[in-house]
């Protein structure tokens, strides 16, 4: 059958009724909690796994995936009206979006961004659908050294080659591998780490993890910054309705943004702040009204939306073809499959096609519920802004507490939320990035395996990994991931790259 | 990376205490793996390959990054940190210690309600007498949601008991 048979098939069972209804409520979720600070679509997809256990897979990774789409939608609301991106992607869609709503253009602005992301993730979902048999393919060749030097890779660019130290994120990244030993060795059977603690038998629990380093590290670090100024949220003024003039100068930027964002996404990069930076260089230097740009220049806002949201979907083509998580919010879906006892990766699409091609179907229909939700209703979000903050917190508490409890309801885990929230709040203090300590979590068994796989087959020579000519490309390209951001700071050049912090999502 | 230019020589002598603490810190983790999976040396097989392989490199790892991190501290390399306010931390870490007491005895409701009021007022709301009974009534509607009709296994107590 060929790509288009199958994605006509997935369509069919993402518009069964109650696939339609998980996916309005990912969406419905992912753009609240992209609105609100403080908690983004990994936090989310982390505290709802828990809940998620006793439905069916392919409903609740369709609601994940939305979530997933409806978090970058969600985002530029809060960096357009308020100047605080709800989260990291929408850093950039700040600069401009919030001078454009000061200027009382806040309307096209919100609409720019929604329509953006609209015909990004349109466009960029059909790349992922179409691409995807491709790179099942090419996967099918690999062995466990070309997997490892995969997964090498998406250590290094995960936690070193972007941000502001090498050392912090190499840290971080090892950090959540020293995290991912404990428990019953998956070739041996052998207990490592685990104290003869019998919760600890199963590994630390990717949820437990996730909810504790983003929701309660968060939490404790805004709760740490004491009363600051209350954030000043600008009114919708004048139309929501974009001029011609406005749609003139928003169509070519939609386009390169996601030209721009869907490799950045499908690469292991990291992140979808990237190709929104790189978006934002772009326009401002092929504007045609570069003096605009600090002011409320409208490509600035629709050339980094349509890249996250491109990125977004670029993140699914490593993470269904390979199994590989390249950002957080991917990492946790990837534990969302592992829940039901899915691996993703080349043999999924052999053996599970109906749920591949109707997770991929879903997003094409999430992203139309997604225009409709951020466009007509863009005023129902902007109030969630106005919830008080010990409220919010207080509540975003509540609800972590409750996704670990309802997996698993006993005092140790609550006690592994409350020591790892300290721990993620110190790091955050001390400017260690996070994401590196839950891909690594999530990863490090993974690469553990592939790695003595191979080096059981070469009976401990170590040398096999350099000598398949994939895994030597990989390796190679993880070494200059590695080496050249350390050259480019010492040099004095960091700048840039710590601004491509990947964080979060 | 300081943008601090004024530093006297004596400021830029002194090591990042702070930093040297997350250097020990490291090390005492290698230290641990290395002691874990001492026992499991053997067990490499014809390979030499075993259990113990990859938690050796990732707690020599650890004792690499710890003396990149002494340096860092040496050459104070770490960003400056902003002042932080311990007292809502406190307030929030409080809560979260209550509702692990409570879980078991007191059921989920009074547990998580406990949760709720004490972390707001980390926020700020510090009327306990007004947000913990808040966050009882909220939390047990939560209960009855997700326990009552989405099968959830959340603690029951005697609040919940009376709803059941």
New interface residues.
């Given amino acids: 059958m060929s790509t288009f048979e199958f994605l006509l098939q997935g369509l069919v069972s993402a518009m069964e009724p109650m696939n339609l209804f998980y996916a309005l409520i990912g969406v419905t979720l992912g753009t609240m909690v992209g609105v609100l600070p403080g908690i983004g679509p990994a936090t989310t997809v982390a505290l709802l796994l828990?809940?998620t256990y006793?439905l069916d897979a392919t409903g609740s990774l369709i609601m994940f995936a939305g979530i997933y789409y409806g978090g970058m939608y969600g985002g530029s609301t809060t960096s357009i009206l308020l100047n605080t991106p709800g989260e990291s992607a929408s850093i950039v869609t700040a600069l401009e979006g919030n001078k454009m709503a000061r200027a009382g253009r806040g309307g096209p602005a919100l609409a720019t961004a929604a329509i953006g992301s609209f015909v990004a993730g349109l466009i960029a979902t059909l790349a992922l659908a179409f691409i995807a048999p491709y790179i099942v393919k090419l996967a099918l060749v690999f062995g466990p050294r070309e997997y490892f030097a995969l997964m090498v890779l998406a250590f290094v660019t995960v936690s070193s080659a972007f941000g502001?130290?090498t050392?912090r994120g190499?840290?971080s990244l090892?950090?959540g591998?020293?995290l991912s030993?404990v428990g019953i060795?998956q070739?041996?059977g052998?207990n490592?780490?685990s104290?003869g603690v019998p919760d600890l038998l199963d590994g630390i629990e990717v949820t437990t993890m996730a909810v504790a380093m983003f929701a309660?590290g968060e939490?404790?670090y805004i709760?740490?910054?004491?009363?600051a100024a209350p954030d000043k949220i600008e009114a919708i003024r004048g139309s929501v309705w974009m001029t011609a003039q406005d749609w003139g100068r928003s169509w070519k930027a939609w386009l390169r943004g996601t030209v721009i964002g869907f490799p950045i996404g499908a690469m292991p990069a990291g992140g979808a702040e990237i190709g929104t930076f790189l978006s934002y260089a772009t326009e401002k230097r092929l504007s045609k009204h570069p003096e605009e740009f600090g002011n409320g220049a409208i490509e600035g806002v629709a050339g980094p939306e349509a890249a996250n949201n491109a990125s977004a979907a670029g993140t699914l083509v490593p993470l269904l073809t390979l199994g590989l998580p390249t950002s957080a919010t991917a990492a946790i879906m990837l534990a969302g499959f592992q829940q039901y006892g899915l691996q993703p990766g080349p043999l999924l699409f052999a053996t599970n096609p109906q749920l591949v091609w109707g997770l991929i179907a879903s997003l094409l229909i999430a992203n139309l519920m997604l225009l409709v939700l951020n466009l007509p209703l863009v005023g129902l979000w902007v109030k969630l802004l106005t919830i008080?903050?010990?409220?919010l917190?207080?509540?975003i508490?509540?609800f972590a507490?409750?996704g670990t409890?309802?997996a698993n309801?006993s005092?140790f885990e609550?006690?592994m939320?409350?020591v790892f929230?300290?721990v993620a709040?110190i790091m955050r203090?001390?400017?260690y990035p996070i994401a590196p300590v839950i891909v690594g979590l999530i990863l490090g068994p993974l690469a553990?395996q592939q790695?003595?796989r191979a080096?059981?087959i070469?009976?401990?020579d170590v040398t096999v990994l350099f000598t398949s000519p994939i895994a030597a490309v990989l390796l190679s390209v993880a070494a200059i991931a590695l080496v050249l951001p350390l050259i480019l700071r010492a040099r004095g050049r960091?700048d840039a790259l710590s601004q491509m912090a990947a964080s979060e999502d | 990376?300081s943008l601090d230019n004024n530093k006297t020589s004596t400021e830029q002598r002194r090591p990042d205490w702070?930093?040297l603490v997350?250097a020990a810190i490291?090390v005492a983790?290698a230290a641990?793996?290395f002691l874990?999976?001492d026992r499991?040396r053997d067990?490499?097989g014809?390979?030499?390959?075993?259990?113990a392989?990859?938690?050796n490199w990732?707690?020599f790892?650890?004792i690499g990054?710890a003396i990149?991190?002494v340096f860092?501290a040496f050459r104070r390399?770490?960003?400056a940190?902003?002042k932080?306010?311990?007292g809502?931390?406190a307030?929030?870490?409080a809560?979260?210690?209550a509702?692990?007491i409570l879980?078991?005895i007191a059921g989920?409701s009074i547990a998580?309600g406990t949760?709720?009021?004490l972390?707001?007022?980390?926020?700020?709301?510090r009327r306990l007498w007004i947000?913990i009974p808040i966050?009882i009534v909220?939390?047990l509607a939560?209960w009855w949601l997700?326990a009552g009709v989405?099968?959830?296994?959340?603690?029951a107590g005697p609040l919940e008991h009376l709803i059941q």
């Fill in positions: 828990p809940v006793q502001n130290s050392l190499l840290t090892f950090i591998l020293a030993l060795d070739l041996t052998q490592r780490l104290f309660i939490t404790l709760a740490a910054q004491g009363e008080p903050k010990p409220w917190y207080a509540g508490l509540v507490t409750l409890i309802g309801p005092v609550l006690g939320l409350l929230g300290l709040y203090v001390f400017d553990e790695l003595r080096l059981a070469s009976q401990g960091g | 990376m702070a930093a997350i490291l983790v641990v793996i874990d999976v499991l067990m490499g014809y390979s030499q390959v075993g259990p392989t990859v938690p990732i707690a790892a650890l990054l990149w991190t860092a390399d770490f960003p940190r902003e932080q306010e311990f809502p931390v307030w929030v870490v809560g979260l210690l509702q692990m879980i078991r989920f998580t949760l709720f009021g972390a707001a007022a980390g926020f700020g709301a947000s966050g909220v939390c939560i997700f989405l099968q959830l296994s959340l603690p």
